[in-house]
């Protein structure tokens, strides 16, 4: 397994927002969090990546990573694209690709990275010189997911990808985040709202209730789940 | 018309130093979103380490270099030592903090060299520019040095890793830590690159207003001023700010009757506080919406 997780508690201040969850995704997989507003998915993908404090175990590649500090579990080649989609706005789009290669030395392959991110994204180059502040939303998503890959990371994680965006671009970056999935097996932790479009993209899917995960099984699995429908599918 | 021309070049060099002190000012509001009022106690205290060296017999230049040095570490050090602990500390703590390194600075400055007014050498020399009495070669030098170091910090800001990270850092530091950058320490890079524009400009307007303890105090006043001028988030409009204040201090000064000489620190600032209620933000600032 890449990332394994037994027992995870994160705190805003005194406040427990997470009760104690164990999951697991493996080399290369996609696991989808589910849940309602407040269920503590965000919370989840902020204890990975060390932003909000945490105990319990979390375990990438065998090494324990809970409690260091966010700027070392990047280095891991873990990559958040945060909620609201953490864009310098100040900055070009090319700037911003480049800021998310902070962590890297290798300058020749960040060049050729950047290439990459831009064949992915075309429309990322038509606007490399202008500021990112002025992109569209479904842009700068697009954006934030560039900037996540130019980390070569190995597991990337998704909050709320779709968020705020129309349809057609939603399942256009969709897409592409699948074809980034088989093409460079990078793993995802993918936080949805739209259950739907989540259990299309991952294999595995866990659904959180105030800081709990009361299920967990293959997508397709959950799917099939009444409560679920209900809940989260709308049929 | 040559009265004129010599009020404004005049005003030019000393808005140069206001211009340094300014760019210092925005280098640490852009790390932390506070004004450090130990700015000027700062490149005071640079100034001695200069000067004295220099009486032990070292070239100026050595000197200088040493002094900006020291200030660049010492710099970072005050910011891991004394400010980092309380970065989350209530604004009115962090204010005491900034009375206290202001005090600590001036009174060690009074106690290992004394309050008697020294001087100290220009490495531009005092003399008139061209045999023009328009403007000496110190003056010339001090806007030289103002737009060499302005040139300096716009090719590191916009053309290395290192100066986006900064940047990055200020922008955003939750999606600058995301990325990997160390936010911590670019603020503390911030501080120390602060106080090495501050020694300069310390070493910069020595050879004018003599060397003390007090004497960054008027001239802090006004860098304030040109970073408020120029927009606190602009380093290139901090560094107009400060040539302006210059400009319009000693205009005022000259012609304006009556109020002139005692009035003109008053006239600057009436016009700088004309210009902030029209533009909040400062000439060039950027006016900072945030989400509530």
């Known amino acids: 397994m890449m990332l394994e997780v037994h027992g995870l508690r994160a705190f805003y201040g005194q406040n427990e927002a997470l009760h104690g969850i164990d999951f697991a995704l493996a080399e290369g997989g996609i696991v989808a969090l589910l849940g309602a507003n407040g269920a503590g998915k965000t919370t989840t993908l902020r204890a990975l990546s060390g932003i909000v404090r945490a105990a319990g175990e979390i375990r990438f590649d065998g090494e324990t990573i809970t409690g260091r500090a966010t700027e070392d579990i990047v280095r891991l080649g873990i990559a958040h694209v945060p909620e609201g989609r953490g864009t310098f706005v100040r900055m070009t789009v090319e700037e911003n690709l480049q800021l998310g290669a902070m962590a890297r030395r290798d300058r020749a392959q960040i060049a050729r990275d950047a290439k990459e991110v831009y064949a992915h994204f075309p429309r990322l180059k038509e606007r490399r010189r202008q500021q990112a502040g002025t992109l569209s939303g479904g842009e700068q998503q697009m954006l934030a997911v560039g900037r996540a890959l130019m980390l070569r990371p190995r597991l990337m994680l998704l909050d709320e990808p779709s968020f705020g965006l129309a349809p057609l671009i939603v399942e256009e970056l969709f897409e592409i985040l699948s074809r980034l999935n088989l093409e460079l097996g990078v793993g995802m932790l993918i936080v949805e709202q739209n259950a739907e479009l989540a259990l299309d993209l991952a294999e595995h899917a866990y659904l959180l209730e105030t800081g709990r995960i009361v299920m967990s099984g293959p997508s397709s699995e959950i799917r099939r789940d009444e409560a679920v429908q209900r809940a989260y599918l709308g049929y | ?292």
């Open chain 2, 1 to 292: 018309m040559e009265l004129l021309l010599q009020q404004i070049l005049a005003g030019l060099a000393n808005g140069a130093i206001y211009a340094l002190m300014a760019l210092a000012v925005v280098m640490i509001y852009q790390a932390i979103d506070h004004l450090n009022f130990a700015q000027g106690e700062m490149a005071m205290f640079a100034t001695f380490i200069a000067w004295q060296l220099i009486q032990w017999g070292q070239p100026y230049w050595v000197a200088f270099a040493a002094s900006v040095v020291v200030s660049f570490l010492g710099g970072i050090a005050i910011e891991r030592i004394l400010f980092k602990p309380i970065h989350n500390a209530p604004i009115l703590a962090q204010l005491i903090a900034f009375i206290a390194l202001f005090s600590i600075l001036n009174s060690s400055a009074g106690e290992i060299w004394n309050f008697t007014i020294k001087t100290f050498p220009s490495p531009f020399g005092m003399e008139p520019l061209f045999g023009e009495r328009l403007i000496s070669t110190h003056e010339a030098g001090m806007i030289g040095v103002t737009l060499v170091i302005l040139g300096l910090l716009y090719l590191f800001f916009r053309g290395s890793r290192l100066g986006l990270a900064m940047r990055a850092a200020a922008e955003n530091p939750d999606s600058a830590r995301l990325v990997g950058i160390r936010v911590g320490w670019m603020i503390a890079l911030g501080w120390g690159m602060s106080a090495a524009i501050g020694a300069v400009a310390g070493m910069m307007i020595a050879p004018v207003v003599f060397l003390e303890p007090n004497m960054m105090l008027g001239v802090l006043l006004y860098g304030f001023a040109g970073a408020v001028l120029g927009g606190l988030t602009s380093p290139g409009g901090a560094v107009a700010g400060g040539f302006a204040v210059g400009v319009i201090e000693n205009l005022a000064g000259t012609f304006i009757p009556y109020f002139g000489r005692e009035l003109k620190l008053s006239i600057a600032l009436a016009v700088i506080v004309a210009v902030l209620l029209v533009r909040p933000a400062g000439i060039f600032g950027r006016i900072v919406v945030s989400r509530v």
